[in-house]
Every structure is written in C-alpha cells, then in structure tokens.
C-alpha cells in the first residue's frame, strides 16, 4: 500500500512539473516560432545568437531556487522550521544581487555582448535589442524560478503548475499580438516574453495568503552559511543550464564557420526543439526533488531511491517516443520555422535533428541524476556530473569532431558527451548513491 501511494505521488508531482517545465519552454520556442514567421531567417539567426543569455539568466535563478528549496524542504521534514523563514530570505538577499547585476550588463554591454556572441552587421541591431530588453527582465525571470521553487516545495505543486502555464500561454498571445498586428518586431518577442515570469509570480500570490504557507518574508540577517549551502546545492542547476548556453555558443561559432548565418538558423531550429524536450527532462527532475528530499529528511534513504527509479524508468520510456516522433517528423518539423522555404536551412536541420537527439536517453539520465544527488545533499557528484557534461567533455568533442567530419560531427558531438557522462554517473551511483 505504501509503495502505491509513493507512486500516486510521485505521478502527481512529476505530471503537473512536466506540464509547468513545458510552459516555461514555450517563453522561446513560441518567440522562435513568430519571428521565423515574421522576421524571416535573419531574425531566427538573431534570435539563436541572443538565447544563450536566457539559460545563463534562468540558470542563476534556477540555482538559487532549487538550492534553496532543496534545503527548506529538509529542514522542514526534520522539524527544523526556526530556519525555513532564514533559507527563505536568504534565497531572495541573492536573487536580488544577481538581477542587478544581470540588469546593469544589459543597460552597458548589450552591443558588445552582441557582437561577442557572433552578430554580424545583418543581424546585429535585432541581437542587440533581444539581449538588452531580455537582460533588463532578468530580475523577473530569476523572482519566478525561486517563487516557483518554494511553492512547489512547500506542498502546492499544483498552484506552481498554473502558474507556469498560465504564463506561458500569455506569452504565445503577447507574441502573436506584438509581432503581427502591433508590428513590434523583435522587441515585441522579448517583451511579450519579458512579461510571462511577471504573470506567473502574480498567479502564485495565493500561497502567501494560505495557512499551510511555512516560509515568509522576514527580518533575516545575512547568513555566508546558508547562502553558500544553497549555492552548492543548486549549483547543478546553474551548471546544466550555463552549459546548454555555452554549447549554444560553441555550436553557433563552429556553425558560423561551417554554414554562415543559415547554418545558425537552422541550429536554432534544433536548440528550441532542444529546450521542449529539455523541458520535460527538468520537469521530471524537479517534480521528484521534493519528494526526494522529503523521504531524505526523514531517513527514508530507500523510498528516496524508488522515487529515483521511478524518475528514470518515466524518462526512457518518454524519450523513446520523442526520438521516434522527431526521427519521422522531422521534415515537417523544420518547414514550421522556415518561413522562407530555404532549401539550405532544411537540409542543413533535418538531418541534424534526427542526429543530434541521439542524446536523449543520456541527457535524461544525467538531469534526473544529478537533481538525485542534489536532493540529498550530495553536492559534490552532482557537480562532478554538471561539469563532465557542460565544459570538460562538450567543448573538445564538439571542436574536435566538427574538424572531423564538419557539420555531422556537430550534431553528434552531443550524444557521445552526454554518452560519456552517463557511463561516468551510473558508476558514481552505484558506488555513492
């Protein structure tokens, strides 16, 4: 009976994580779909350059939200409830430091962000804009994931699920309004993007309001300890989304090269995709965190692994049918964003979608794994794993297999790092886990 009602939950957590995560990933994907639509290739390059910058910013927030609900949740399954207000407050002492300072960069070096990411004279002015407006939103997209966070943690998955998805849907009717009848261009994407996190936090206000809500804003000091304890342990976080940028920009500079301008359009193609099925991996990593760290907190060492195994078998099973699904779609799929029927961009983004995705299962596992060891406060494997896959693999096997064998050795240069980083954590697991 306990091991069905483990299950019971564990469904009702990961399903409306899943369905959130989905929401969130349409703040780009529905950017990128409107401005290939109504800005055309040079829009959809503009756009691939600039969206690095969004993991680097939804990472940092990321970072500061699971690590400091990982942490509230414990404490609060080992009835030490004098500290959740102190994790809480401490969460947003640093949230607020890093939206300055993301703010400030996009108020003083947006151009030259710019034109360090790869922008060239064609698509500089639309990269600009993008970079600027997205960096000036950051204090809202870094307020969501931490508000997000701690909603979910403190036993209101649901609420965190609506407003997840309310935003987003927000987000697909601002950037139809703006792009098309408003004629806002570019800035009309990001701004109608900007916005979502904004209606998100507003949806969520009800917690704050409710009895069962543990944490709350209060007169805390500044604590080193705890901020460096959530800091470690939402390091991962950070890790596995500054990596998908890095990437984004290795590949983009490597593509550059190889393709030019259509070559970035058509990776764009392939990184928004990236970031849906990204999205349901994070889902169901973040939707078992709580449940995770609650049977941690309570010694329960061996439901916290069912819980994981559950995550895993769940993965698999999803990822089997997103790559049949990209394999045998993925004509259609490209056409959707290539407004301009470019013949290049398709023959470049076909082929690459239906290579690159090779990665699935791995990419899957290593997210689930590394959010596992994070739930119960083991930092260190869990770093270990987010830096094997986002800087010491992913950079020589995508420089030395695209000198290899060209654009083909791109698209795999993802599967066989994430390939290796999955060998190296299933060891780790069996050994530490």
Known sequence: MDQQSNFKDFIHYTALSVLGTLGVSCYILADTFFVSKGLGTKGLAALNLAIPIYNFIHGTGLMLGMGGATKFSVCKNQGRGEELDKIYMNTLYMAAVSAFMFA????????????????DEAVLEMTDTYLRWLLLFAPAFILNDVFLCFVRNDGSPQLSMIAMVTGSFANIVMDYIFIFPMKMGIFG???A????PVISMVMMAPHWTRRKNTFHLAGERFSRRTVAQEVSLGFPSLIAQVSSGLVMIIFNGIILKLEGN???AAYGVI?????????VYTGIAQGVQPLISSFYGRGRRQQARQMFGYAVGTMAALSCVLYLSLFAFAQPITAVFNSEKDVALQMIAVPGLKLYFLCSWFFGYNTILATYFTSVEKALPAHILSMLRGFVLIIPMAAGMSALWGITGVWLACPVTELATAAAGYAVYKRDG
């Open 189 to 191: 994407a990001v701004f």
């Open 271 to 279: 990184a928004n995709i990236s970031l849906v099925v990204s999205a």
């Open 193 to 196: 993007t900007g916005l979502s």
């Open 104 to 119: 400030a960069a996009g108020l003083i070096f947006s151009t030259r962000l710019a034109v360090l990411l790869g922008a």
């Open 262 to 264: 259509t070559g970035v």
